[in-house]
């Protein structure tokens, strides 16, 4: 017996009708983006692992434990390099930019769609292969661009109808500003090394500002003494995210801070922010950003200040859900409903008008092969009613002997076939048709 094949572990299929959700919200990220003049950018999934290594930090949790790395076969000169799945977009979209010389006429305002990948363990919203939507603003400076990026988020859980979202804010400074508040941490915790966990340890002079962010609920005293990152930061720091507050003030958006926001990734500075729900329990934040004006001048260009965001769409997906937003699926307009086998031919030519006409038609076709016929009325109305077509077309002998359908409507009050149609009219009947949404 031949072996049956599944998915890798982590790595799921989007198949119908789910896919159409995700169309539904892609179609709506577009819209929007292009409301915003943020144009679309499309990076490799591979990219070499130093990209990573470089941009996220080594010590990160990313890094040492979660990406997908191998060796790529060696070249002619018998070398071989690390190449890795990316585990996040913004650096592919910096190393792109700087690859390019994006910035050589000033600013640009980017967005993403794709599949990430990190070796986690699967749960829910969260998965190996999972799928981010980003925007990137690269070559501005002020915290009007990161007000700007706010709004933007902000803007689509409106238009995707979500609610019962908080936005989460916080500075992280300068490196100076970080490197002072990284010393009295370092301090602090050297103090209370009997209250962190292994982890935390582990990071306690590698990393210590990712201890700030740790979900262990035994470490949530010490963590929530901690000195403060936003107690060292410097006037330029402050005017800035002052700047953003009196921004998002004006513009109704609600905030909080909350100092322990640091991000996981080593590349952000001064503005940092999350929108986050408790409607999806731990996996609580479905999109996140800031400020990475380093990072162009890190990956080997001329250095220039730079902030985005990103968003989980398994994340996004799963809270229209919790919260009962219909995002619609797509269904054809017309189901074709064919009596006879004899007619098919016909009605092809027909379609195809229809469809060149910008009708959305699906055509009944027998499960069994044509041998068995096409099937009774009543099963092909049952198909025609599942498919979620608004239009039956009926194709029946008599009809097409006078050279006409009858157009049965599947989702109004009336049973009865509403018009005629003859075949030679196609293109007006199809404005038509398309008319009645």
């Known amino acids: 017996m031949v072996e049956k094949l599944s998915a890798v572990k982590g790595m799921n299929d989007i198949l119908p009708p789910e896919s159409a959700r995700w169309e539904w919200l892609e179609d709506r990220v577009r819209s929007l983006m292009s409301r915003y003049a943020y144009r679309n950018i499309r990076t490799p999934v591979l990219e070499h692992t130093r990209l990573f290594v470089r941009s996220i930090g080594e010590v990160t ?14 070249d002619k000169h018998g070398q071989a390099d690390l190449l890795t799945l990316r585990p996040e977009n913004t650096a592919s979209v910096v190393r792109a930019v700087t690859e390019h010389n994006l910035l050589y006429d000033g600013g640009k305002r980017l967005y993403y769609m794709g599949p990430m990948f990190r070796r986690e363990r699967p749960q829910r919203g969260r998965y190996r292969q999972f799928h981010q939507i980003g925007a990137e603003a690269l070559g501005f400076a002020g915290p009007d661009v990161d007000a700007e990026l706010i709004f933007l988020a902000a803007a689509l859980w409106r238009e995707l109808g979500l609610s019962d979202w ?56 010490v963590v929530g003494q901690a000195p403060r990152l936003i107690d060292f930061l410097g006037a330029s720091s402050v005017r800035h995210f002052e700047g953003l507050q009196a921004m998002l003030d004006a513009g109704g958006i609600a905030w909080s801070l909350n100092p322990r926001l640091v991000r996981g990734l080593d590349y952000y500075n001064l503005t940092v922010f999350e929108f986050v729900t408790d409607r999806l329990g731990a996996q609580g934040t479905i999109c996140a950003g800031g400020r990475y004006d380093g990072l162009i001048g890190q990956m080997g260009g001329k250095s220039a200040p730079a902030v985005g965001w990103a968003l989980g769409v398994e994340r996004v997906l799963e809270l229209l859900k919790e919260q009962g937003v219909d995002a619609v699926a797509s269904a054809p307009d017309a189901y074709a409903v064919i009596p006879e086998l004899d007619s098919v031919p016909r009605v092809l030519a027909c379609l195809q008008a229809l469809r060149q006409a910008g009708v959305s038609v699906q055509m009944h076709a027998p499960s ?8 009774s ?3 092909q109305f049952k198909r025609a009613d599942a498919s979620g077509a608004r239009f039956a077309l009926i194709f029946g002998a008599e009809e097409l002997a006078q050279g006409c359908v009858a157009v049965k409507p599947l989702r109004g009050a009336s049973d009865q076939a509403q018009q005629l149609e003859s075949l030679t009219g196609v293109q007006a009947w199809a ?3 398309l008319g009645a949404r």
Do not use: W
Not at 61 to 74: A, G, L, P, W
Not at 193 to 219: F, G, V
């Open 431 to 433: 404005g038509r048709l």
């Open 377 to 379: 009325m009543k099963s």
């Open 61 to 74: 949790d990313i890094v040492e434990k979660e990406m997908y790395t191998f060796e790529d076969r060696s």
């Open 166 to 221: 908080r936005l989460e804010i916080n500075c992280l400074g300068q490196p100076e500003e970080r490197a002072r508040h990284r010393a009295q941490l370092i301090a602090y915790f050297e103090q209370h090394l009997d209250d962190l966990d292994e982890e935390a340890r582990r990071r306690l002079h590698s990393n210590p500002l990712r201890i700030l962010d740790t979900k262990n609920p035994a470490m949530q005293a």
């Open 368 to 375: 069994g092969g044509q041998a068995e016929g096409m099937g």
